[in-house]
DNA sequence: TATCTATGAATGAACG
DNA sequence: CGTTCATTCATAGATA
């Protein structure tokens, strides 16, 4: 009895080492995937899909208080900073409107959308 | 039924460890798949000799109308997008200024061209 | 086959 | 606002 309870534990104490190390090695990977060391803002998806959204309503040049909402709202899903934001929304503004001069050079086209909502790739858009 | 119970432990303890280390592999693959393959520009050798050129004849920055005639004459020698050429000419500046800095930290060296230019190796340019 | 390297592409940030 | 710089991501080709 005593030598079978022993083995039991025996098994089990390196069964908990196993699970702790397993469990040790997934938070490692993880810690890896957040980043360490990040000099610049990477917004998360999430952030990324609230702004694209607000972008698409019309929203294409928030005001200052209108960038304060938005960085406290996009908070919930990450760090932010307001200059971020506003780096994000000029950065996108600014290439959204150059993929539309890349795929619409003359300004010809009619679309109900913007062209850049059909992709951005110029290769594979030129045959528009 | 000592005996019984030890080895029955034991098989458990085997068997979660299959299944934790199942679960694991299973996330690795799902953190592999992610796109469904773009694939990337591959500029020819005649279209590096041409772009290397025209950059090192002063014209690191080109226009977008530069860019335009540029994307057109390379199209001689294959596939070629403006978006490409604009990558291409951002990533070569600024490949060169840190070769640059890496040889002339300090930038107090004088030559009439490029350090880069004698070799982008730092121990064999250090010698001059 | 697995890791390394070169490089096309993307993007946050800053400048004028 | 458009342009430029710097860093980072992702992947094809090289290499062991």
Chains 1, 2 share one sequence.
């Not at 995937?33 to 929203?59: F, L, S």
Request: hydrophobic share 40%.
């Amino acid at each position: 009895m005593n030598i079978v309870f022993l083995l039991f534990m025996v098994y089990f104490v390196f069964f908990i080492y196993y699970l702790f190390r397993q469990i040790r090695e997934m938070d490692e990977k993880e810690m890896e995937m957040e980043r360490p060391t990040c000099p610049k803002w990477r917004p998360t998806e999430d952030q990324i899909r609230i702004m694209t959204n607000i972008y698409n309503y019309g929203v294409t040049h928030p005001s200052r208080a209108q960038i304060f909402e938005i960085t406290t709202r996009i908070r919930a899903f990450g760090e932010a900073g307001e200059y971020n934001v506003q780096c994000w929304f000029s950065n996108h503004g600014n290439r959204v409107r150059r993929w539309q001069a890349e795929l619409d050079p003359t300004g010809t086209l009619f679309s109900l959308l913007p062209l850049y909502m059909y992709g951005k790739t110029l290769t594979s858009s030129l045959s528009f």
